[in-house]
């Protein structure tokens, strides 16, 4: 059974995701729409892109989908 904070991304993926997440965050806070972008550039599932917040401490706020 994979534990909760594993990924299903490469590492190299994984490294750009944090990127992205820290450049576009302000104040350890991102928006959904901001969030979803960086989840299709990466084509990578938007959940991924959640775990990875969660991960670094940095909140995603309007969220329309109800995805994070």
């Known amino acids: 059974m994979p534990e909760e904070n594993q990924t299903s991304i490469s590492p190299d993926k994984k490294?750009?995701?944090e990127?992205?997440?820290?450049?576009?965050?302000?104040e350890?806070?991102?928006l959904c729409t901001s969030a979803?972008?960086?989840a299709k550039s990466l084509n990578i599932p938007s959940s991924e892109v959640g775990k990875a917040a969660n991960?670094?401490?940095?909140?995603?706020?309007?969220?329309?989908l109800g995805c994070f």
Do not use: F, G, P, V
């Open 15 to 17: 490294r750009e995701l």
């Open 55 to 64: 991960i670094l401490k940095i909140k995603i706020s309007k969220c329309q």
């Open 28 to 30: 350890n806070r991102i």
């Open 36 to 38: 979803l972008a960086i």
């Open 19 to 26: 990127a992205q997440l820290h450049k576009a965050s302000k």
